[in-house]
């Protein structure tokens, strides 16, 4: 008997997937660690958090609806209804927030470009002491 058909995780079970789960939450906290960071606007602020926290959380969400819908599935299918519409729902409600957070991530740190501090822009002198090839 397979893991599947024994109901313990199936394809989302295992060592070899431990890093569906945790890279993107990794991914996020590192955007999470600019929580108090400057951004343009207040509203680019709460859109970097909200981001940060969908793509930290987004993942495992996903796994834990996925492993939900498996076993609402065996369970269904044995007693022969198989509506999970919403169930599916959820989860390409997950899916698609989590696209949306990744591309607004990348897309705010070209835009914040904008607003930096003019410290940005400045040299510093020991570089100017170093030879150029």
Do not use: N
């Not at 906290?29 to 987004?58: K, N, P, Q, Y």
């Amino acid at each position: 008997m397979t893991k599947r058909q024994a109901g313990t995780g199936g394809c989302w079970a295992g060592p070899k997937h431990y890093s569906l789960r945790l890279l993107p939450a990794l991914y996020g906290g590192i955007h999470l660690s600019a929580w108090d960071s400057m951004f343009g606007t207040d509203a680019e602020t709460i859109l970097w958090r909200c981001s940060a926290i969908v793509i930290m959380t987004g993942c495992p969400l996903f796994c834990a609806l996925a492993f939900t819908l498996g076993k609402l599935l065996e369970v269904r299918k044995r007693d022969g209804m198989l509506d999970t519409g919403t169930l599916v729902f959820c989860m390409w409600c997950l899916l698609l927030s989590y696209v949306a957070a990744r591309v607004y991530i990348v897309a705010e740190a070209f835009i914040s470009l904008y607003a930096v501090p003019i410290g940005v822009y400045w040299t510093p002198d020991w570089v100017e002491m170093l030879p150029h090839l």
